[in-house]
């Protein structure tokens, strides 16, 4: 076992035996075959996985590894945000070039622990191996929700109402820089280097039974509206002037970026006309966007002249590693 692999394995076990007990969640982490999980009574897990790939969703050379960690996490954690869910563990696979630095595979952990913290998610287990062609990171994570209380794509209903968390572009602004060769201070820009998944914000949503249906941001708002849409065999009109544009350096990202932009790990949700949704939630703003329509399209009412299509103009991983 090569010596990076030895110290991840090692830095993840003491990772797991510091786990939050009180959750009770994990009967049995790495050490075994398998992690062995507690299910609560009359509850339904939930299970998400995503990759984190070198030149598709990160450059070594914009986004320092605590960024990369972060981000890595967050996906998973958002995605179980998005069915209302409480995330229950967290398991990583890991293929990593020989020539990494440790240094690097040391911060890309404390940047996915310190988040894993925040939110006391346990990290139950993974893999490790050396990787011919870059980093990419797998992470699962596995959470829970009372049975039958899972929100879904596919249940918004004409009429509803559609509602966003937080503000929109920050991340596809940050990202826009990046590509015009800026040098940025991840501090400054949080929404693209250290996105908050919206856990709390979904969780409330769910228990006082606001919405009908719900996505998380990650593909951007005319992208994922439309998933809603087809999974529910709806269509929406959105009022452009009503879009929570991220405020972004001395004034607001461009529309485009706010409507088409990925990665803001906020909340896409749809709530019955007349529901009381509150102006926050957890301290995050909620914006009333639009409403769903029967019929299949999705329009975009501009604030002065005539409505036209809303046509998904979907998120851009980068499009190579150089
Ligand atoms: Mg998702």
Redo the contacts with the bound molecule.
């Keep these: 076992v090569p010596l990076p692999e030895r110290k991840l394995i090692s830095g993840v076990r003491r990772e797991v035996q510091r786990a939050p007990s009180g959750r009770g969640s994990l009967a049995a982490g790495i050490g075994d075959d398998c992690a062995l999980l507690r299910v609560p009574p009359r509850h339904q897990i939930l299970v ?1 996985t995503d990759f984190t790939l070198e030149g598709v969703h990160f450059r070594r050379e914009w986004h320092p590894p605590r960024s990369v960690g972060h981000r890595c996490l967050a ?1 998973g954690l ?2 179980i945000a ?1 069915m209302g869910g409480e995330p229950v563990a967290a398991f990583l696979s890991l293929a990593l070039p020989a020539k990494l630095p440790q240094k690097w595979v040391d911060d890309f952990m404390g940047g996915l622990l310190v988040l894993a913290k925040q939110f006391g998610v346990p990290l139950a287990g993974g893999d490790t191996a050396s990787s011919p062609a870059g980093i990419m990171a797998d992470i699962v994570v596995v959470g829970a929700l009372p049975r039958g209380e899972a929100v879904l794509r596919s249940t918004a209903r004409p009429g509803d109402l559609v509602f966003v968390s937080g503000a929109l572009g920050g991340s596809a602004a940050a990202l826009q820089l990046l590509y015009a060769g800026k040098r940025l201070d991840p501090r400054s820009y949080p929404a693209h280097f250290f996105p908050a998944p919206r856990i709390e914000v979904a969780r409330r949503l769910r228990r006082a039974e606001i919405v009908t249906s719900m ?2 941001l ?2 951007g708002l005319s992208t ?1 509206l439309r998933h809603i849409c087809e999974e529910s065999r709806v269509g929406a009109e959105i009022s452009a002037q009503s879009i929570p544009q991220a405020k972004f350096r001395d004034g607001a990202v461009e529309l485009d970026l706010a409507l088409h932009g990925g990665e803001d790990y906020e909340l896409l949700f749809t709530a019955r006309p007349g529901t009381r949704v509150p102006r926050s939630v957890a301290g995050v703003p909620i914006t009333h966007v639009g409403r769903i329509t029967r019929g299949r399209k999705i329009v975009l009412l501009p604030e002065n002249g005539s409505r036209s299509e809303l046509e998904s103009r979907g998120w851009e991983h980068f499009r190579s590693t150089r």
């Design positions: 998400t996906r958002s995605d998005a996505i998380d990650s593909d994922d």
